[in-house]
């Protein structure tokens, strides 16, 4: 992916990618459309053969004839997209058993159960995974980008936007408009289009909370049933994330809702009609949208090092509420994430309170918006733009 003007913004996972190539025949990148699959796997691979089976000829050829193809796009090769092409796998499977050498294909999906079935199937035991998410503000700032608080949350991360040729809300108008009519209505059969995109921007209206699909139900005027199935598609083609709730080793009934946050930020302000800086700032989700920008930021510091994402909120029935766990070995490091800029006590209530109920609490820190306050004894407090580096350093 390309800076204006400048050279490529070098992608913060390629380590982990180059090292599953080292111990695995085949790799698969994973991530949502746009977030640089395709640009980041050329780049680390240039000798190896490119096919895009998004182009309906080549799809054909490969579904018509696959021993034929693989034949004609022999090891090393970049499949992209591989969804479309799932028989494929089978054969893959007999050749990279045939051969049993490293290195020899990297795959691509953008469409994450499709994919997941398919390489459980075939290719289990046999591909090395990694998760690709859009650029993080440690790689947006190795390029040179420097933004605010609200201007982070407002245009999102997406590569394209890097290159300048396309402005923030035209590029998630497009990108969701695209999703809704083609992507999900592929994924789930999808025929009541109005309801679906309601069901969406209702959520947009609820991130970084625990979200009952039995009351939307009746806003968007289809069955929990429904909504519990179009959640799952969003989540599997990475228009949302969920964080479970941690529970374990506490007495207190807790709540077990997943809380809801979407992949892109930016897409989440769109959704909410905010397109300017100021209108971010006072607009009453402000605290939430940071919640959801600071989650992603410390979930893709965690996937671009290779580690399991082990993120979790917690959460009583009393209303008692710590916005993210992090599970490092056996400590449980809480995490609360503020959009002020201003430290002070009524910041850090919640993980001092949660430091005094859990044995295995750690490390108790605030991410907020100010400078960093580093403390070995306190909660500390550190700047949203160094939560990567702050979860980097755990195990």
Not at 121 to 144: H, N, V
Not at 211 to 233: F, Y
Not at 339 to 366: D, I, M, N, S
């Amino acid at each position: 992916m390309k800076r204006a003007g400048q050279g490529l913004i070098r992608r913060e996972i390629e380590a982990h990618v180059l090292k599953l190539a080292k111990m695995y025949p085949v790799v698969t990148v994973t991530g949502p459309r746009q977030s640089g699959k395709t640009t980041l796997v050329r780049l680390l691979f240039p000798s190896f053969d490119y096919v895009n089976l998004e182009i309906p000829d080549v799809r054909a050829e490969a579904l018509g004839d696959p021993r034929g193809f693989l034949l004609r796009h022999a090891a090393p090769a970049i499949l992209d997209e591989i969804p479309n092409a799932p028989a494929l796998l089978s054969y893959l499977q007999a050749e990279v058993d045939e051969a049993g050498r490293k290195g020899m294909y990297v795959l691509t999906g953008s469409h994450q159960p499709e994919l997941q079935a398919a390489v459980s199937q075939s290719l289990a035991g046999r591909t090395g995974l990694a998760e690709l998410l859009p650029l993080s503000i440690a790689e947006w700032k190795a390029a040179g980008a420097a933004k605010g608080r609200d201007r982070w949350m407002l245009e999102g991360f997406m590569p394209r936007l890097a290159g300048g040729d396309v402005e923030a809300v035209q590029l998630y108008r497009d990108s969701f408009r695209t999703y809704v009519e083609r992507d999900a209505r592929q994924l789930i059969n999808l025929r009541n289009l109005r309801a679906f995109e309601t069901f969406v921007r209702l959520l947009a209206g609820r991130v970084g909370q625990a979200v009952s699909l039995s009351s939307l139900a009746g806003d968007v005027g289809v069955s929990a049933v429904t909504l519990r199935e179009w959640l799952s598609v969003l989540e599997a083609s990475y228009v949302v994330r969920t964080v479970a709730p941690y529970f374990r080793n506490f007495g207190k009934r807790l709540i077990k809702a997943p809380k809801i946050y979407f992949t892109e930020t930016g897409l989440a302000a769109y959704l909410l009609g905010l397109r300017t800086e100021e209108q971010v700032a006072r607009d009453p989700l402000l605290g939430s949208l940071f919640e959801n920008m600071v989650v992603m930021e410390v979930l893709k510091a965690r996937l671009n090092a290779g580690k399991e994402p082990d993120l979790y909120y917690f959460r009583d029935s009393q209303g008692f509420e710590v916005d993210l766990l992090l599970a490092s070995g056996r400590a449980l490091i809480p995490i609360e994430i503020k959009a002020a800029y201003t430290p002070g006590e009524e910041l850090c209530k919640g993980v001092r309170r949660f430091a005094a109920l859990a044995a295995e609490a750690a490390r108790p820190t605030v991410i907020y918006a100010g400078r960093d306050i580093p403390s070995s004894v306190a909660p500390s407090f550190l700047h949203f733009e160094k939560a990567a580096d702050f979860i980097r350093d755990c195990p």
